[in-house]
Nanobody, 123 residues
Framework: QVQLVESGGGLVQAGGSLRLSCAAS????????MGWFRQGPGKEREWVGS????????YYADSVKGRFTISRDNARDTVYLQMNSLQPEDTAVYYC????????????????WGQGTQVTVSS
């Protein structure tokens, strides 16, 4: 069982930056691929990006590519989402999720989810 807790959300002006953290508890964090998803107001939850177990490979949705960066520190059992050049359309609840071994962009393939953290970008 893996428990995930996101933090770092908040209110930021357009063009600003935030870094989200997702702290994991449970055995063998390093054996899980991690993903970030978001759900904006009135929208379906969507994939933001993913990172492989060891952190060598990262993948991003086109909407955030070049602005967002995912990293992980397996010694701290934590994955991060650095968000730069934020825009009002990035306003959403952001979730981290864990999947055993293999990276995926499909929401239904992730086994464990955090409770989410709100990011609001003002224009």
């Amino acid at each position: 069982q893996v428990q995930l807790v996101e933090s770092g959300g908040g209110l930021v002006q357009a063009g600003g930056s935030l870094r989200l953290s997702c702290a994991a508890s449970g055995p063998t964090f390093s054996s899980y691929a991690m993903g970030w998803f978001r759900q904006g107001p009135g929208k379906e939850r969507e994939w933001v990006g993913s990172i492989s177990m060891g952190g060598r490979n990262t993948y991003y949705a086109d909407s955030v590519k070049g602005r967002f960066t995912i990293s992980r520190d397996n010694a701290r059992d934590t994955v991060y989402l650095q968000m730069n050049s934020l825009q009002p359309e990035d306003t959403a609840v952001y979730y981290c999720a864990a999947r055993k071994v293999v990276v995926s962009f499909r929401m239904n393939e992730y086994d464990y989810w955090g409770q989410g953290t709100q990011v609001t970008v003002s224009s």
